[in-house]
């Protein structure tokens, strides 16, 4: 099913290309019957992508993986018959991990050293699945231990804000199941992640746990990019897993039952600014080389995960329009360029620098298409 989407995406985004550099005589549909030919026979953009994601794999901006990524870029261009290959240098936010993401959640008295449990308690030391969100700051290494507020929207948040000092707000935002379009119902609640800890660090709060951006089954918490409000406070900030989350949630609610203790470590911190690239391949235009058609997705990935939908997928098909067209013998009036681009994740560095230059250097656009929809 995986290749089926990937060939049926690709197909979808060359007659995008396609139809913008036909010289509008000769037979189209012939030239429209080769390039599906090509790509349903001899296509690479899957084996691209097994290489991406299985020899390269995490390639979050500023990391080794994405400096290896890099360079798989470059040949893989190279390979599907690209001239001018070249590396675009960015400057890009430098965030690390820093080691393992933990958290637990208690009934329990508050000790020293973290929960300690009362006598008969079945409610202690309950281990949570967390990863730390993107460009948050860390725990350090002694974490945090204090009462959790199970807060679930910014209305609640601004009913409550005199609850909030000293503690540790949980965002209980679900996905909404009527949103047939899931990615509509990512975007209605994406600001509890994004803005959510400078928010609850306005009135006081010492970290935040988000309901991870999803509405699966699993219990895998998903990071994503937050940002500070640098008037308030830099906490903590982690997504914690969909069954975790109902499970807190549901203690929480329980009436009598004290507070409840969250205890969480984090190691993330951010570096200085680092220097990455967009990978950039074309073929020449023939009778309008210096007018471009630019397509493209971006390089970069989380550091938890392969980034095979985001955005290996996109990767790969752009690279593919350049090499079915090639394959096809088919000559463009335009420069088609492809870009892979850095930093989408956590900072945008890359396409605004791609932006930046071609405006600097007075390029002619005449489409541009970013495939970051998966595959």
């Known amino acids: 099913m995986g290749l089926k989407l990937l060939k049926g995406s690709l197909l979808f985004l060359l007659l995008v290309v396609f139809g913008s550099v036909s010289a509008q005589t000769g037979d189209d549909s012939a030239l429209i019957r080769r390039l599906a030919d090509t ?14 994601t299985k020899r390269v794999g995490a390639r979050l901006s500023g990391s ?11 040949a893989a261009l190279n390979d599907a018959g690209a001239s001018d290959v070249r590396l675009q240098e960015c400057m890009v936010p430098h965030w690390v991990r820093g080691g393992k993401d ?6 329990t008295t508050v000790g020293e050293g973290g929960p300690r449990s009362r006598a008969g308690s079945n409610q202690a030391g309950k281990v949570m699945d967390i990863l730390a969100l993107g460009n948050s700051v860390g725990t350090g290494a002694k974490g945090v231990f204090a009462p959790v507020v199970l807060i679930h929207d910014f209305d609640e948040l601004e009913r409550r804000k005199d609850e909030l000092k000293g503690k540790i ?15 509509k119902a990512y975007g209605d609640a994406v600001r509890y992640r994004v803005f959510g800890a400078s928010r609850a660090a306005k009135y006081g ?33 982690a997504a914690v897993g969909l069954r975790d989350a109902d499970a ?6 329980r009436k009598g039952d004290g507070p409840v203790m969250v205890r969480m470590r984090t190691m993330a911190h951010m570096l200085p600014d680092t220097i990455a690239h967009n990978v950039i391949g074309e073929i020449r235009g023939s009778e309008f080389p210096d007018q471009y058609i630019t397509v493209g997705g971006h390089l970069d990935s989380w550091d938890p995960a392969e980034g095979a939908q985001d955005d290996g997928a996109g990767c790969v098909q752009s690279i593919e329009v350049l090499r079915a067209l090639q ?49």
Not at 102 to 107: I, K, M
Not at 169 to 180: A, M, Q, R
Not at 248 to 253: D, N, Q, S
Request: net charge negative.
């Open 39 to 52: 790509i349903l026979t001899d296509g690479k953009a899957y084996g691209n992508l097994g290489v991406l």
């Open 64 to 74: 080794p993986g994405y400096y290896k990524a890099e360079k798989w870029g470059m």
């Open 102 to 107: 933990e958290a637990d959640w208690s009934t």
């Open 169 to 183: 707000v949980f965002y209980n935002y679900k996905f909404n199941p009527f949103l047939i379009e899931t990615f």
């Open 205 to 237: 709060a010492v970290a935040v746990l988000v309901r991870t951006m999803g509405e699966g089954v699993d219990n895998n918490p998903h990071t994503g990019a937050m940002f500070y409000n640098d008037s308030f406070p830099k906490i903590p900030a």
């Open 248 to 253: 807190l949630t549901e203690i929480l609610e």
């Open 327 to 375: 394959a096809i013998g088919y000559k463009p009036r335009h420069t088609i360029r492809v870009v892979l681009f850095a930093n989408e994740e956590n900072g945008g560095r890359g396409g605004q620098k791609y932006a930046a230059a071609a405006k600097e250097a007075g390029e002619k656009h005449i489409l541009g298409l970013e495939s970051d929809a998966g595959g």
